[in-house]
C-alpha cells in the first residue's frame, strides 16, 4: 500500500456569526491522511464534523490554516479551479444523496463527466455499478430506488472520476439500519480492494467501527484518535468515555 499523504489540515479556524453572537466551531486543528487509508471522525451533533468535512471539500473557507489535497494548495484556488479540482479529485457523498430526480441511476453516476463536456465512459459506469451491487437497476430513476440503492448511485458518481480521497458527510444517516451495515461494508470493501482513501463522518458508534482510525471531535477540537478494530462496543465506550470527561 502507498503511505504517502493524500490529505494535509494545518491549524484549521472556522467560526460563525459575528460579535456576541460568534461561534468558533472549528478551532486550530491539524489533521492528515494517507494514501488508501479509511478513517471517520465523529461527535455529537455541533460537534464541528460537517463544518470540518466542508472544510476539507472547500466548500465554505477557512478562517484561518491552510488545506492540501496531493500536495496542492486547495484551500488557496480560485474558485473555478477549486470546482475543477473537486469534481476531479474529491469524491462527495451526503446524507441526502443530491441525485437529480429527472436523469437516470446511470446518467447520475455519470454527471462528473458530463460536466466536463467528455464522453461517459460507459465501462467504468458498470463497473462501479456491478461492484455497489446496482448494476440492474441503472436504467431506473431515483425516486424508482429505495434509500440504499439511491445512497450507492452517489457513491458510484463520487468515485467515477477516480478521486484522490472520497469525503462522506454522514453517509447512512436518511438509511434504515439494514441499508446502513450494508453500505458501511461496501465501503470497506471498496478501501480494501481499490484502495480508495475515505474520510467518513458520522455520529453513529457502529458506523463508525467500520473505519480503520476515528478521530473524536468534540466543541470544534479532536479529543482522541483510536484504532476500532471492528468493534462497535469498543467505539461505544471511548465515545462516551470521552463524553462524560
Keep these: ?3 504517502s499523504i493524500v490529505l494535509t489540515a494545518k491549524g484549521l479556524w472556522k467560526s460563525f456569526g459575528q460579535g456576541e453572537a460568534k461561534v468558533d466551531v472549528i478551532r486550530g486543528l491539524d489533521f492528515s491522511m494517507e494514501q488508501g487509508s479509511f478513517e471517520a471522525v465523529m461527535g ?4 464541528g464534523k460537517s463544518t470540518f468535512l466542508h472544510l476539507l471539500a472547500s466548500l465554505i473557507a477557512p478562517d484561518k ?9 486547495f484551500d488557496r484556488m480560485g474558485d473555478r479551479e477549486a470546482t475543477l479540482f473537486r469534481r476531479r479529485r474529491i469524491g462527495l457523498v451526503f446524507q ?25 465512459n460507459r465501462d467504468r459506469v458498470r463497473e462501479l455499478a456491478e461492484l455497489l451491487g446496482i448494476g440492474h437497476r441503472l436504467k431506473h430513476l431515483p425516486m424508482q430506488l429505495s434509500g440504499g440503492e439511491r ?4 457513491v458510484a458518481r463520487a468515485l467515477f472520476g477516480n478521486p484522490a480521497v472520497l469525503l462522506a458527510d454522514e453517509p447512512t444517516g436518511n438509511l434504515d439500519a439494514g441499508s446502513a451495515r450494508s453500505l458501511c461494508a461496501v465501503l470497506k470493501k471498496l478501501n480494501a480492494e481499490s ?6 463522518v458520522t455520529h453513529d458508534p457502529v458506523v463508525a467501527s467500520s473505519a480503520r482510525r476515528i478521530h473524536l ?8 484518535c483510536f484504532e ?6 469498543r467505539v461505544f465506550d471511548r465515545y462516551f468515555r470521552d463524553k462524560l470527561a
Design 96 to 120: 441526502d444523496f443530491n441525485l437529480i430526480p429527472t436523469l437516470t441511476a446511470e446518467e447520475n453516476i455519470e454527471l462528473p463527466q458530463l460536466l466536463d463536456r467528455a464522453k461517459p
Design 228 to 233: 476500532p478494530e471492528g468493534d462497535a462496543t
Design 195 to 200: 484502495g480508495c482513501s475515505i474520510l467518513m
Design 217 to 224: 471531535l468534540r466543541d470544534g477540537v479532536f479529543t482522541d
Design 44 to 47: 455529537a451533533s455541533g460537534s
Design 65 to 73: 490554516g491552510t488545506i492540501e489535497i496531493e500536495g496542492k494548495p
Design 151 to 154: 445512497q450507492r448511485v452517489a
Design 1 to 3: 500500500m502507498n503511505h
